[in-house]
């Protein structure tokens, strides 16, 4: 697994940003069971910045506190089959699955971890992990896409220790 993280802005995030991306990143990939060597690419930004990308790439004009942009669409989620024929979908050089991007509001991972009363590194670790189950196909639009998304996550933030 590759992670390639940016960061912009001037707000830094108490805590060691890039060890517990890996860590959520690598679970997530081993919960699902993703039988390729990945790469993700994760933006560390502010509120100003990911309302812009909001705004731009789905028409929202707010601030979120998470953005997810797949590479791959999934039939199934978490179903990697037949991704060997879509060439586009690995680095040329690496033979790396291109997961997508992730693009994570430090001002959100601080404002919320207060609003529900748990930690930073709680907060930041959970938002990766949901979006990496984005990366890789779940959607939470529907009831039951919802449901069992929400269970993937609490036993992926169980397998990491950081329990709400």
Known sequence: MYLYIEEEGDKRLPL?????????VEEALI?????YETE??????????????NSEQRGIDRETDVL???MADYETPGEFEGFQEETFLFHP????????????????????????GHSIEREYTFLIVHSMLHLMGYDHMEELQRQEMEELQR??????NLLR
Request: aromatic share 4%; hydrophobic share 45%.
């Open 16 to 24: 060691d940003v890039k060890k517990l991306a890996e860590r959520a």
């Open 31 to 35: 919960f699902v069971g993703c039988p």
């Open 93 to 116: 050089e690496t033979g790396r699955l291109l997961l997508g991007d992730i693009v994570l509001s430090k001002e959100k991972v601080l404002e919320q971890a207060e609003e529900f």
């Open 155 to 160: 036993q992926i933030m169980k397998k990491l």
């Open 68 to 70: 997810s942009f797949p």
């Open 40 to 53: 993700v690419n994760l933006l560390l930004t502010e509120n100003p910045q990911i309302r812009q990308i």
